[in-house]
């Protein structure tokens, strides 16, 4: 093996040890609290989008949609599975099967929403500011669906082949969490690819193309030709914005962390960091359907009219039962 690929190894070995700087215990509660309530929140979320005919239509929501499912699956499966891990402290024997489904799930399905989530803030320029793009079904299929598509298959063309048809034989270790690791990456070369393609090229994308809608929307907002295209896409640019947000949060420390290291810091500097940073990073899913629903407004509104309904209904309840209590009390003689 080169020193190239043993640096890879090592770097993996980092890897296996979150469990000791984030104690199970304390992981477990951390993730299970808001895990209920965002698989609640997606399936609001996609339903009302795959239901309500405008938000079904709008471009801007497809990619949302498809990252809502991909996270929805995450959160039916890795996290129970993680949370598992927690709860026995550990102790899980599992097939190397089961750990190449948790590794496509864990990095295939994240790295899938960061890809494009990447292209869908390069896209939300073209819808803004060049609206006429898509005018024709010919011109939407080329410039929204076609990319889309293309994207989706390419993630998961590469993490199938990557974890159940490699071209080598790919590291099963039941003693960590994360019990597979891809042989893949010992070529250096793929390894590259997967970290600047895969992790920091998307990441600083996201930070520039949101960056730069600020300042494009800002500029074009208060100009009185731009008066009535800004308000119908106010909530295209919201959305985006805090989505980008998120991300930024969740995911440019991991892919910061990974570009420092690929400019010589060694592994072992900093390891303690970059696994509280790997732990963070998991709440990206668990908070995306929160911040859509921040950036749906209709659906926002439907959700405070349930609920403010269900209080008046509470405070009318006890008066109607008072009413009912004093009409059957029988008359005394």
Known sequence: M??????????????????????RAVGFWLYIIFLIPS????????SYILFHRPSRNALNNHVILVDLIIGLISELTLYPWILY????????HRSPAF?????????GLYVTQMILFCWATIERHILIFHSRWMMTKKKRFFIHYLPLILLLLYCIIYYSIANFFPPCQNYFDDS?????YLCF??????????????????????????????????RQKHRVNQLIRWRSHRKMTIQSLSISL????????????????????PYDKGTEVFEYILFLSYYMPLLLPFVCILSLPE???????????????????????????????????
Not at 85 to 92: K, L, P, T
Not at 320 to 327: E, F, L, N
């Open 39 to 46: 698989i609640l929140c997606s399936l609001v979320v996609l």
């Open 2 to 23: 080169t020193d190239d690929n043993s640096t890879f190894n090592d770097s993996n070995s980092s890897v296996a040890v979150v469990n000791d700087v984030i104690p």
């Open 185 to 218: 990456y010992d070529t250096y070369s793929i390894f590259m690819w997967e970290m600047l393609a895969h992790e920091i090229i998307p990441a600083i994308t996201i930070v520039i193309s949101s960056i730069a809608l600020i300042v494009r929307v800002s």
């Open 176 to 180: 960590s969490m994360q019990c597979y």
């Open 246 to 265: 998120l991300f930024t949060v969740f995911f440019f420390p991991v892919a910061l962390m990974n570009f420092i290291y690929l400019c010589g810091l």
């Open 299 to 333: 659906l926002r509104n439907k959700i405070s009219n349930i609920l403010r309904y269900r209080r008046q209904v509470r405070r009318i309840a006890p008066e109607i039962c008072g009413i009912v209590m004093i009409v059957k009390k029988p008359m005394h003689v």
């Open 85 to 92: 891990y927690y709860r026995h402290d550990g102790i899980w």
């Open 99 to 107: 750990c190449a489904v948790w590794s496509f799930i864990d990095s």
